[in-house]
């Protein structure tokens, strides 16, 4: 089951002071990585990678906005270049030379600016897991009345972000001059927070306000067909439970059967229920108007670039640095057959349960196919991250790859 993105700006997840991005104490140093050829990623060849290179550009526009000295993520206790704003400066520089649309001269870029090293192994027992993620399109209405009921909030503003006396960054309210747990999801689906003139809009099922909040954005097709598209502005600091483990303790799904699927065919099947075990999960996201935009862009990630279906991905930026080119291989389930999959991502984004070296999820964009593809995404493979260079590269890297 997948979870919610940190669709943030990147300055609001850098925490510009600085920009510096808050990482927990790791416990010690992650698994070593090495270099590998180009010439030993499967695939390599045969990306498009004139496509990837426009979303490369992107990134460098927003990256290099920032200090030089920001952190960027991929502190793993490893050396590689990559962490630091800075780090990025030729690699970008050099990508806005490169003619556009021509796939000889974009893999030509990435093979002189980059090394590719390989992911050191996490702690998952089966090694790597991917799944994907996507933007619903669900029904509202801007007002309430008849079936559209539900309200999707937008960010609160007595939701609050405070570093503790221990230097932890701690979510919630101020009360009495200390911050104390803000409103849990049962709370707010009781009406804690109604009247504050903080509903964006209104949906006509509480579990399609469920599975976007999952799913961090969406959007949401208005009775007159224009579409409001909504991305992540906040949590309200409860932790994460996923309702999948609840079903699976309280026998109501097999382990083997836990899908968005499964999970929304019980709440379906069950609406006298569904409401209180929604409610299992205390944390709660809310919301914030993007208005109507491009229809061909996906919603901002926590770079704050749009997302771009089958070339973005949400990582954890200990170990990939934020913006990092990373060279994935796995299988995609296409109309019902699982099929190779080997191309170049960019980690443009941050998930509650993308936790370790060993996971990451792919964004598959919107639409029942997107829907389809990334609720049945569940595979094994690996990842290698493209580290840039601070000059140009030869035939072979100081490590010896190419």
Aim: net charge neutral; proline share 8%.
């Amino acid at each position: 089951m997948k979870v919610f993105r940190y669709a943030a700006s990147l300055c609001a997840v850098l925490a510009v002071s600085g920009c510096n991005l808050d990482f927990p104490d790791l416990g010690g140093h992650a698994p070593s990585s090495g270099p590998v050829s180009f010439n030993s990623l499967p695939g390599w060849k045969d990306d498009p990678l004139e496509q990837a290179l426009p979303v490369f550009v992107e990134d460098c526009h927003k990256v290099q906005s920032l200090p030089a000295d920001s952190k960027l993520g991929g502190d793993d206790g490893t050396s590689r270049p990559g962490r630091q704003v800075g780090d990025w400066a030729a690699a970008c520089n050099a990508a806005r030379t490169v003619p556009m649309g021509d796939r000889a001269a974009a893999r030509a870029f990435f093979e002189t600016w980059f090394v590719p090293y390989r992911v050191p192994p996490g702690k998952r027992a089966d090694g790597m897991l991917f799944t994907g993620y996507y933007e619903p399109e669900i029904r509202g209405s801007l007002h309430r009345g008849g079936i559209y009921q539900t309200p999707v909030y937008r960010r609160p503003p007595d939701l609050v972000r405070q570093r503790d006396a221990q230097g932890n960054t701690v979510t919630g309210r101020l009360q009495g001059g200390q911050v104390v747990p803000y409103w849990t999801r049962a709370q707010i689906d009781q009406g804690v927070l109604a009247h504050k003139k903080l509903e964006l809009l209104w949906l006509a099922d509480p579990v399609d306000l469920f599975f976007l909040q999952i799913q961090g954005a969406g959007r949401v097709r208005l009775p007159d067909e224009r579409v409001i598209r909504l991305g992540f502005d906040g949590l309200n600091g409860q932790p994460y439970v996923p309702l999948g483990r609840v079903m699976v303790s309280r026998g109501l799904l097999q382990a083997d059967d836990v899908s968005m699927a499964s999970i929304r065919g019980w709440l379906e099947a069950n609406p006298s229920d569904a409401m209180a075990m929604m409610e299992q999960n205390p944390n709660y996201v809310f919301f914030r108007d993007l208005g109507q935009g491009d229809a061909q862009a996906g919603a901002p990630g926590a770079l704050g670039v749009p997302l771009t279906p089958g070339r973005s991905m949400a990582v954890d930026r200990h170990y990939i640095a934020l913006g990092s080119p990373v060279w994935v291989q796995t299988q995609v389930p296409v109309d019902g057959h699982e099929t190779n999959w080997n191309r170049l991502v960019f980690a443009q984004d941050l998930g509650t349960d993308i936790k370790g070296s060993d996971r990451a999820d792919l964004y598959m964009g919107w639409g029942p196919e997107a829907a389809q593809t990334a609720g049945n995404l569940r595979a094994g493979g690996q990842m290698i991250v493209l580290v840039p260079r601070s000059a140009p590269g030869g035939q072979k890297t100081r490590s010896g790859a190419e």
